[in-house]
């Protein structure tokens, strides 16, 4: 069952490399889902008032906003980008079609800021370096895909508030090789597999060595290729490795973790847009402060083990 389900998501992840930015997904019109949800989506929207009452302001409205965020409202529709392989923050459910099919935190907190905004949401699923591209041309509103706020990254994009804790970084290994592998210096010689474009890439890099970076597009394929002992190792956030390890009873962690101090999780934001930049941060500091972040990771964690179980 789980070698079908990963190979179902392969086959996906390879589409949606093909049609990034293409804007082939539906707009999405439904709410974010639980009964909290939807209470705490009227307090973002209550948020969002408040942000154009600080700004002299009315309220709804393309007028009362300038660039971006005016365009948002006058379509009425945001346009959210995301790299669906990386539970508990985005994933695909496969028992579901279309837009719905994009699950996990990050698709909570996208569909509250549009029902906040009162827009729809519009979700492109592409690989995790194409949102970055995406998003630094301009090409959609917002990149909500659990992305660290990496210093390189401010020259194409502003970062929203931070709105969950990353955690640990760790290197997810084969749970036979325990023994092997108890320090990052165990991986010299070795291949370590990490995600085009992200922290654990540079993560790899700096701390294992160069050569041992082998570079992949999806999360999916290093998974395959470390349980089929292509690599020694995948470098994951801590609370990505935990989902994968609860439903892969063959994988654990490396004994000795990353040097690394969390900088948050942050959403990418078309640049140079302070409407849409200030709204944004006001919907997540509604979210951060009703702690409802946290139910919906539990809630993915929960999805991702009864679809991969």
Do not use: H
């Not at 709804?60 to 005016?70: C, I, P």
């Not at 909500?144 to 502003?158: F, Y």
């Amino acid at each position: 069952m789980k070698k079908k389900w990963m190979a179902l998501i392969f086959s996906g992840m390879m589409a949606l490399s093909m049609a990034a930015c293409s804007g082939g997904s539906s707009t999405k019109e439904t709410s974010a889902g639980t009964q909290t949800s939807a209470e705490a989506a009227a307090a973002g929207t209550e948020a969002v008032e408040s942000s154009s009452e600080e700004t002299g302001e009315s309220g709804s409205g393309s007028q009362e906003y300038t660039g971006r965020m005016a365009e948002i409202m006058e379509k009425g529709v945001l346009t959210v980008v995301t790299s669906p392989d990386y539970p508990p923050y985005e994933f695909v459910d496969l028992t579901k079609s279309g837009q719905d099919q994009y699950v996990g935190a990050d698709m909570k907190l996208a569909q509250y800021i549009a029902d906040a905004m009162g827009v729809d949401l519009k979700i492109d699923a592409m690989n995790f370096d194409s949102c970055m591209a995406c998003i630094g041309e301009g090409r959609a509103d917002l990149a909500i895909c659990g992305m660290v706020p990496k210093e390189e990254r401010k020259t194409s994009m502003d970062f929203s508030d931070v709105y969950y804790n990353d955690g640990d970084q760790v290197v997810v290994i084969l749970a036979e090789n325990a023994d092997k592998y108890q320090t990052l210096a165990d991986f010299q010689g070795q291949k370590v597999a990490a995600q085009n474009a992200t922290l654990q890439s540079e993560l790899v890099t700096d701390q294992i060595g160069v050569d041992s970076l082998e570079s992949i597009t999806s999360i999916q394929d290093g998974i395959m290729m470390l349980r089929s002992g292509k690599v020694a190792g995948l470098a994951l956030a801590s609370v990505a490795a935990d989902n994968y390890l609860a439903n892969y009873d063959d994988l654990t962690t490396c004994a000795e973790q990353f040097e690394y101090t969390s900088l948050g999780v942050v959403a990418g934001v078309v640049k140079d847009e302070p409407d849409l930049l200030r709204v944004v941060n006001s919907i997540i500091d509604e979210v951060v402060e009703s702690g409802i972040y946290f139910q919906w990771i539990d809630e993915a964690n929960q999805l991702s083990s009864e679809l991969q179980g």
